[in-house]
Every structure is written in C-alpha cells, then in structure tokens.
C-alpha cells in the first residue's frame, strides 16, 4: 500500500469516527489546513484541526475518493463527496506528506457540481 493510499485510509476513519487520536495520527502537531486554495484563515496546529474535525457536519456523506498522483511529499486526491441532505462536492486535494507519512499541509480543491435538474 502506498503512503497515499495510507494517509487516505487514516483520513476516512479519522472523519467517520471524529476520534482525536485517529485526526492526529494523520497531521502533523504543526498541519495546516486550508479549505481551499486561498484560504484567508487557514486553521494552524493539531489542536485546532482536532477542534474543527470535532464540529457538527451532515450526517451519513457518502464518498469515493482514490489517489490520483503521488510521490514521497506529495499525494493528490479526488472523487466526490455527497452529504444526501446538504450538498454534493467534486475534490482534488493536495497532501503535502511529512516524513512520517502525516499530513504537514492539506489543501481543498472543491465544486459544487450542476444540479441535475438545471438541463
């Protein structure tokens, strides 16, 4: 299994279980996560990101998301995210990987695709 498929696997067990120790076990004590690119405010430091990860957010998203490109630094994500009764995403996201295989910087590319029903 590559360090990109490792960290995606974290990633999704640390969202459904929003378990302190599964969000530190893919961020470094020092990550920065930003939800999109330009980010003005990106939320700095373990704590905060376990602060955030702990927020309220739709019930039940539905996912599929794989690894796209990687090397040792750097994984891209994407696929769709779809939160039934709230919104559906379409992602590329950058992991910026520290050596240990955590997260140092993350970064959100998202759309919100077209209804279905805006022919």
Known sequence: MTTGQRWLDGYIRAWASKDPADVRAIF???????FRPDDPEPVRGIDAIVRMWGEPESPNPQHDLRVLIEDERLAI???????????????????????????????EWFMTPPDAGDD
């Open 28 to 34: 470094t004590d020092d990550a920065e996560y930003r």
């Open 77 to 107: 994500i994407t696929g769709t995210v779809v939160y039934p009764d709230h919104a559906s995403y379409v992602n590329l996201w950058e992991v910026h990987l520290a050596d240990d295989g955590r997260a140092q910087r993350f970064v």
